[in-house]
């Protein structure tokens, strides 16, 4: 089976004002043969989402104006914005509408659902949606808006921007793509409005900004972030929030933005495999956003100078997002005006500076967890997550049923590059359920397109293993397929183990369950509300691949070697030398220094190619 989500990199997407007019085309002849007498323009299936729809529609018809002059469009501009002026705005409290500050305020929202009281927990992104749509149309609108149609839609947008930033909570949902975009609709909205007002809005935005957004920033992997859904990072949503930080930078000019969006950037890079895959989030494990994801990939991977775009996204929502019939849908049809104008071409190469939570080159990669754990491994095109045993997730040794990789003290990194090698060595202090202190050395070298894995720890009783990931998908075109085979080979015995109990929280990579779906039955609030990480947290065993301890190492040490994406034999060979442990595999020769490190305590490492 596939992956529903993760489809081809959106790099693959060619970007040039050719390809943009085409696709602009294609939605005027969409559009136009939709239109009702009304001047509705929204999908007929859709029945959520569904407030700012036709609007959205509306404004990719006014920027197709602007560019083409087409004849037939300034009717179905005029007649697509009364029909929402008319029948899609909404100043009645919707009943059961939880998150107001002020009731019976009058003034407009957008709904999520039509009908009151149907779902009206997304009103308030729907209602940010239909703000940004509003203003992108006032951006496009001369002449082909009338001025008093015009001042009607100013006069909706500066309604819609006070009821999301004083008749309600701001944020409610703590989505952070959901704020920040708010924020770009204040910043937009004011150039629009009499200076006086204007500067208010302007000010209005970047105090929320600073106050309920930055504040708020979660901490992961050395970066702070945008909150998203209650947690840092979201495989959807990230990306969707990288968007609204560039065209917030394009409009306003403010620097943080650039800074913030420069760091979650960089962030998302080092936790992207080379092939574009990526999982996990408070929000959805596996479900990666498509056009809503351009603009920050390509404005900030320039800026940084890295290959964002390998980012798999859902190609099936590429250049707009479409119903299940693959037809036009007008929801965040503002970002797609937004690519549209930007004039920023995909920056394709890989980064080359070195990252504490990533190593990566050529085809192979090794994404780091917040604890210096392999989050996700790449070689060969299938992709490792970290297995689960007795309710513990990782890579690294277990003994006796305990798997050794949660740190108790400080982790030490040191990156090397060495004749066409790239290294990384992680030194862990780790305590055992005996209450001894240890210290787990993992070295993990690379020459783009195998990967080697070592990992010395004091010696343990018993018949330790190294727990080293669970086989989950590989690459099969555009497409990422899911697997339960592994390309690993390892210098001790190598087993790869399925679950031997039934139920949600054992996961058998030979079923079709995706990990998403595993997640979510796991999770404590149902799929699309929980927290798909928190549920994986509960797995208790897994598929995953053991490899016993390699011959030859010295006697006081256990020490494991697998190989990632490579068939044949390995047979390293270890010498324990005063400068520490040496290991010379068919590829290279290294030396990882002891535990106590130098006179600062940093682990020496040196590498070099046989």
Not at 557 to 569: D, E, I, M, N, Q
């Amino acid at each position: 089976m596939h992956l529903l989500r993760q489809l081809g990199p959106l790099h693959n997407l060619p970007d040039t004002p050719e390809a943009y007019d085409a696709v602009l085309a294609d939605v005027v002849e969409h559009a136009l043969a939709r239109l009702t007498p009304e001047g509705n323009l929204e999908h007929a299936d859709r029945v959520d989402d569904i407030g700012d729809t036709s609007l959205g529609v509306t404004s990719l018809l006014a920027l197709a104006w602007q560019r083409r002059k087409d004849p037939r469009l300034p009717e179905a501009v005029g007649r697509g914005l009364r029909f929402h002026l008319r029948e899609r705005v909404f100043t009645e409290d919707n009943p059961g509408y939880p998150n107001l500050r002020r009731r019976g305020s009058g003034l407009p929202h957008a709904r999520y659902v039509l009908e009151d009281g149907a779902h009206p927990i997304g009103d308030w992104p729907s209602t940010v949606w239909a703000l940004l749509q509003a203003v992108n149309i006032l951006g496009t609108a001369d002449p082909v808006v009338p001025d008093e149609d015009r001042r009607e839609l100013v006069e909706l947008a500066h309604g819609y921007w006070l009821w999301l930033t004083e008749a309600t909570f701001f944020n409610p949902q703590e989505a952070g793509n959901q704020a920040i975009g708010c924020v770009v609709g204040g910043l937009m909205l004011a150039g629009h409005l009499p200076t006086a007002e204007g500067e208010s809005v302007r000010a209005r935005a970047m105090s929320l900004y600073a106050e309920e957004i930055r504040a708020r920033r979660v901490r992961d992997r050395g970066a702070l972030l945008p909150p998203e859904h209650g947690g840092a990072y979201d495989n959807n949503y990230g990306p969707i929030s990288l968007s609204f930080l560039a065209q917030a930078h394009k409009v306003s000019g403010e620097p943080v933005f650039a800074a913030d969006g420069e760091v979650l950037a960089r962030y998302l890079d080092a936790r992207l495999t080379v092939g574009g895959f990526d999982i996990g989030g408070p929000r959805y494990s596996e479900q990666h956003s498509g056009f809503e994801a351009v603009l920050g990939l390509r404005h900030f991977g320039r800026r940084i100078g890295a290959d964002l775009g390998r980012y798999r996204g859902d190609t099936r929502w590429g250049r707009h997002a479409v119903g299940p019939d693959g037809a036009i849908d007008g929801h965040f049809a503002f970002m797609l005006v937004w690519q549209i104008q930007d004039a920023t071409r995909w920056h394709r190469t890989p980064s080359r500076n070195p990252a504490r939570h990533q190593l990566r080159a050529g085809t192979v990669s090794v994404a780091f967890d917040q604890r210096m754990t392999p989050s996700l491994v790449e070689a060969a095109g299938t992709y490792y997550l970290p297995a689960a045993v007795n309710r513990q997730h990782g890579f690294g040794p277990v003994v006796d049923g305990f798997l050794l990789s949660r740190p108790m003290g400080e982790v030490r990194v040191r990156d090397l590059e060495s004749d066409g090698l790239s290294a990384k060595l992680v030194t862990k202090p780790v305590v055992g359920r005996d209450h001894v202190l240890r210290h787990v050395r993992s070295l993990y070298v690379t020459d783009g397109v195998s990967l080697w894995t070592t990992v010395a720890v004091e010696r343990l009783e018993g018949t330790p293993y190294l727990l080293a990931g669970l086989p989950y998908a590989t690459d099969d075109g555009d497409r990422v397929r899911r697997t339960a085979d592994a390309a690993v080979t390892s210098a001790g015995p190598l087993r790869l183990t399925h679950p031997r109990t039934d139920g949600v929280d054992h996961f058998d990579a030979r079923s079709e369950t995706t990990q998403e779906l595993a997640a979510f039955a796991l999770a404590a609030d149902p799929r699309g509300y929980g927290n798909p990480d928190e549920g994986w947290r509960h797995l208790v065993t897994s598929t995953a691949l053991e490899a016993a301890p390699a011959p030859g190492a010295p006697h006081d040490l256990h020490v494991f070697a697998v190989r990632y994406g490579s068939p044949g034999p390995l047979a390293p060979t270890f010498a324990d030398t005063p400068a520490g442990l040496t290991i010379s595999t068919e590829a290279f020769t290294a030396l990882i220094g002891n535990p106590a490190g130098d006179d600062r305590g940093e682990p020496a490492l040196e590498l070099r190619r046989r």
